[in-house]
Protein backbone atom coordinates (compact mmCIF):
# COMPACT_ATOMS: atom_id res chain seq x y z
CA UNK A 1 0.00 0.00 0.00
CA UNK A 2 1.83 2.81 -1.21
CA UNK A 3 0.84 6.31 0.24
CA UNK A 4 4.68 7.40 0.74
CA UNK A 5 5.44 9.62 -2.34
CA UNK A 6 7.41 13.10 -0.67
CA UNK A 7 6.74 15.89 -2.60
CA UNK A 8 9.69 18.38 -1.70
CA UNK A 9 11.09 21.74 -3.45
CA UNK A 10 13.82 21.19 -5.43
CA UNK A 11 17.22 22.88 -4.78
CA UNK A 12 20.78 23.10 -6.43
CA UNK A 13 22.45 21.52 -3.28
CA UNK A 14 20.71 18.50 -3.68
CA UNK A 15 23.70 16.03 -5.19
CA UNK A 16 21.63 12.69 -6.16
CA UNK A 17 21.65 12.78 -9.54
CA UNK A 18 17.41 12.24 -10.94
CA UNK A 19 15.39 12.82 -14.12
CA UNK A 20 14.37 16.50 -14.50
CA UNK A 21 10.43 16.49 -16.58
CA UNK A 22 9.34 19.19 -18.14
CA UNK A 23 6.11 19.39 -20.61
CA UNK A 24 5.88 20.26 -24.38
CA UNK A 25 2.97 20.59 -26.42
CA UNK A 26 2.21 18.57 -29.73
CA UNK A 27 1.82 22.02 -31.71
CA UNK A 28 5.04 23.67 -30.19
CA UNK A 29 8.05 21.56 -31.13
CA UNK A 30 9.65 23.55 -32.69
CA UNK A 31 10.13 25.20 -29.35
CA UNK A 32 13.36 23.91 -27.35
CA UNK A 33 12.29 23.49 -23.69
CA UNK A 34 14.21 26.29 -21.96
CA UNK A 35 13.81 24.68 -18.69
CA UNK A 36 16.63 22.24 -19.26
CA UNK A 37 19.71 23.43 -20.22
CA UNK A 38 21.36 25.80 -22.50
CA UNK A 39 23.42 23.25 -24.12
CA UNK A 40 23.51 22.89 -27.85
CA UNK A 41 24.25 19.17 -27.73
CA UNK A 42 21.23 18.67 -25.76
CA UNK A 43 19.11 20.91 -28.61
CA UNK A 44 20.33 19.32 -31.24
CA UNK A 45 19.48 15.91 -30.10
CA UNK A 46 16.20 17.24 -29.13
CA UNK A 47 15.01 18.05 -32.65
CA UNK A 48 16.19 15.33 -34.26
CA UNK A 49 14.13 13.11 -31.79
CA UNK A 50 11.31 15.39 -32.83
CA UNK A 51 11.97 14.99 -36.64
CA UNK A 52 11.96 11.18 -35.98
CA UNK A 53 8.49 12.04 -33.82
CA UNK A 54 9.72 9.78 -30.81
CA UNK A 55 8.25 13.15 -29.31
CA UNK A 56 5.19 14.10 -30.22
CA UNK A 57 3.71 16.12 -27.37
CA UNK A 58 0.45 14.06 -27.05
CA UNK A 59 -0.95 13.45 -23.90
CA UNK A 60 0.20 9.91 -22.40
CA UNK A 61 3.24 10.19 -23.84
CA UNK A 62 6.39 10.67 -21.51
CA UNK A 63 9.77 10.01 -23.88
CA UNK A 64 13.34 10.59 -22.53
CA UNK A 65 16.95 12.06 -23.44
CA UNK A 66 19.75 11.17 -21.54
CA UNK A 67 21.68 14.35 -20.51
CA UNK A 68 25.43 15.14 -21.69
CA UNK A 69 26.55 17.92 -19.17
CA UNK A 70 23.80 18.35 -16.38
CA UNK A 71 22.99 17.67 -12.50
CA UNK A 72 20.32 15.89 -14.31
CA UNK A 73 20.50 11.96 -15.65
CA UNK A 74 18.13 12.16 -18.17
CA UNK A 75 15.17 14.84 -19.22
CA UNK A 76 11.67 13.70 -19.35
CA UNK A 77 9.63 15.20 -22.36
CA UNK A 78 5.46 15.07 -20.55
CA UNK A 79 2.86 15.82 -23.40
CA UNK A 80 -0.35 17.62 -22.66
CA UNK A 81 -1.08 18.06 -25.38
CA UNK A 82 -2.43 20.76 -28.31
CA UNK A 83 -1.88 24.58 -26.53
CA UNK A 84 -5.03 26.03 -27.22
CA UNK A 85 -7.09 23.16 -26.47
CA UNK A 86 -5.61 22.22 -22.57
CA UNK A 87 -7.87 20.18 -20.43
CA UNK A 88 -7.33 18.95 -16.76
CA UNK A 89 -7.66 14.95 -18.09
CA UNK A 90 -4.25 15.87 -20.37
CA UNK A 91 -2.38 16.96 -16.99
CA UNK A 92 -3.78 13.97 -15.26
CA UNK A 93 -2.56 11.67 -17.71
CA UNK A 94 0.62 13.24 -18.05
CA UNK A 95 1.25 12.68 -14.22
CA UNK A 96 0.09 8.97 -14.85
CA UNK A 97 2.12 8.49 -17.97
CA UNK A 98 5.40 9.70 -16.16
CA UNK A 99 5.32 7.70 -13.26
CA UNK A 100 4.84 4.67 -15.12
CA UNK A 101 7.68 5.38 -17.16
CA UNK A 102 9.54 5.67 -14.31
CA UNK A 103 8.52 2.84 -13.10
CA UNK A 104 9.45 0.63 -15.61
CA UNK A 105 12.99 1.43 -15.07
CA UNK A 106 12.76 1.43 -11.12
CA UNK A 107 13.25 5.35 -10.81
CA UNK A 108 12.21 6.21 -7.13
CA UNK A 109 13.36 9.86 -7.53
CA UNK A 110 12.13 12.35 -10.24
CA UNK A 111 12.33 16.35 -10.68
CA UNK A 112 9.39 18.25 -12.48
CA UNK A 113 9.23 22.01 -13.77
CA UNK A 114 5.96 23.28 -15.03
CA UNK A 115 5.32 24.93 -17.75
CA UNK A 116 5.05 28.78 -17.89
CA UNK A 117 2.01 28.78 -20.16
CA UNK A 118 1.49 32.68 -21.66
CA UNK A 119 -1.67 34.32 -20.12
CA UNK A 120 -2.41 31.87 -17.96
CA UNK A 121 -4.38 32.75 -14.35
CA UNK A 122 -3.41 31.67 -11.36
CA UNK A 123 -6.27 29.33 -10.53
CA UNK A 124 -5.64 27.74 -14.01
CA UNK A 125 -1.95 26.74 -12.63
CA UNK A 126 -3.62 25.31 -9.54
CA UNK A 127 -5.94 23.68 -11.15
CA UNK A 128 -3.76 21.69 -13.28
CA UNK A 129 -1.20 21.19 -11.03
CA UNK A 130 -3.70 19.33 -9.19
CA UNK A 131 -4.61 17.22 -11.86
CA UNK A 132 -0.75 16.32 -12.48
CA UNK A 133 -0.44 14.76 -8.99
CA UNK A 134 -3.62 12.90 -8.96
CA UNK A 135 -2.36 10.91 -11.93
CA UNK A 136 0.80 10.74 -10.42
CA UNK A 137 -0.08 9.51 -7.40
CA UNK A 138 -2.95 7.50 -8.07
CA UNK A 139 -0.66 5.56 -10.97
CA UNK A 140 2.02 4.96 -8.33
CA UNK A 141 -0.43 3.20 -5.97
CA UNK A 142 0.26 -0.01 -5.10
CA UNK A 143 -1.41 -3.13 -2.90
CA UNK A 144 1.31 -5.45 -1.75
CA UNK A 145 0.58 -5.87 1.90
CA UNK A 146 0.72 -9.83 1.19
CA UNK A 147 3.93 -9.70 -1.38
CA UNK A 148 6.89 -10.49 -0.11
CA UNK A 149 8.49 -7.21 -2.16
CA UNK A 150 6.64 -4.49 -0.85
CA UNK A 151 6.37 -1.37 -3.47
CA UNK A 152 8.69 -2.69 -5.70
CA UNK A 153 9.32 0.48 -7.89
CA UNK A 154 7.56 2.74 -6.55
CA UNK A 155 8.51 6.21 -6.77
CA UNK A 156 9.48 7.74 -4.18
CA UNK A 157 10.46 11.71 -4.01
CA UNK A 158 9.07 14.09 -6.33
CA UNK A 159 10.46 17.79 -6.45
CA UNK A 160 9.38 20.75 -7.81
CA UNK A 161 11.56 23.09 -9.74
CA UNK A 162 10.57 26.40 -9.02
CA UNK A 163 12.33 29.91 -8.81
CA UNK A 164 9.32 32.02 -8.93
CA UNK A 165 8.13 32.65 -5.46
CA UNK A 166 4.13 33.88 -6.35
CA UNK A 167 4.22 30.60 -9.07
CA UNK A 168 5.86 28.44 -6.30
CA UNK A 169 2.93 29.36 -3.90
CA UNK A 170 0.49 28.77 -6.47
CA UNK A 171 1.69 25.32 -7.17
CA UNK A 172 2.37 24.17 -4.08
CA UNK A 173 -1.41 25.05 -3.22
CA UNK A 174 -2.46 22.45 -5.85
CA UNK A 175 0.07 20.15 -5.32
CA UNK A 176 -1.64 19.78 -1.42
CA UNK A 177 -5.21 19.64 -2.42
CA UNK A 178 -3.70 16.70 -5.09
CA UNK A 179 -2.11 14.97 -2.40
CA UNK A 180 -5.08 15.55 -0.32
CA UNK A 181 -7.36 13.67 -2.81
CA UNK A 182 -4.85 10.79 -3.93
CA UNK A 183 -4.47 9.69 -0.32
CA UNK A 184 -7.82 9.66 0.23
CA UNK A 185 -8.41 7.65 -2.99
CA UNK A 186 -5.74 5.04 -2.13
CA UNK A 187 -6.80 4.69 1.31
CA UNK A 188 -10.14 3.70 -0.24
CA UNK A 189 -8.66 1.64 -2.59
CA UNK A 190 -6.77 -0.02 0.26
CA UNK A 191 -9.75 -1.50 1.72
CA UNK A 192 -11.93 -2.43 -0.96
CA UNK A 193 -8.40 -4.42 -1.78
CA UNK A 194 -8.57 -6.25 1.54
CA UNK A 195 -10.16 -9.60 1.91
CA UNK A 196 -13.37 -10.06 3.25
CA UNK A 197 -12.81 -11.97 6.40
CA UNK A 198 -9.91 -9.15 7.60
CA UNK A 199 -12.14 -6.01 6.65
CA UNK A 200 -15.17 -6.67 8.47
CA UNK A 201 -18.25 -3.68 9.26
CA UNK A 202 -16.58 -3.22 12.80
CA UNK A 203 -12.95 -2.68 11.50
CA UNK A 204 -14.09 -0.01 8.70
CA UNK A 205 -16.17 1.34 11.51
CA UNK A 206 -12.87 2.06 13.85
CA UNK A 207 -10.85 3.65 10.83
CA UNK A 208 -14.11 5.82 10.29
CA UNK A 209 -14.18 6.93 13.40
CA UNK A 210 -10.21 7.00 13.64
CA UNK A 211 -10.18 9.74 10.66
CA UNK A 212 -13.19 11.67 12.07
CA UNK A 213 -11.09 11.58 15.50
CA UNK A 214 -8.12 13.57 13.60
CA UNK A 215 -10.46 16.62 13.20
CA UNK A 216 -11.80 17.26 15.89
CA UNK A 217 -15.15 18.52 15.75
CA UNK A 218 -15.01 19.59 12.33
CA UNK A 219 -16.04 15.79 11.35
CA UNK A 220 -18.40 14.17 13.39
CA UNK A 221 -18.58 10.09 12.53
CA UNK A 222 -21.57 8.01 13.72
CA UNK A 223 -21.92 4.02 13.11
CA UNK A 224 -25.21 2.76 13.45
CA UNK A 225 -25.62 -0.67 14.73
Known amino acids: MNNNLAIKEYNNHIKDSMPLAVFV ?5 EQF ?3 ISTDEGIEKIYHRVVQDK ?3 GKPGEAPYIYALDSNFSKFYFIGIGNSSELELENFRVAGAALCRRLRKFNINK ?3 KFPNIEHELSNELENRVQ ?3 EGFMLRNYDF ?3 REK ?3 GAVEELYIFEDNQPRKEIIFRGI ?3 EALSKATNFCRNIANEPANFMTPEIMAEKATEIAERFNDSLICKVYN
Open 33 to 35: PQE
Open 144 to 146: CKY
Open 54 to 56: QIT
Open 176 to 178: RVG
Open 110 to 112: VTV
Open 131 to 133: AFI
Open 150 to 152: SHE
Open 25 to 29: FSDKL
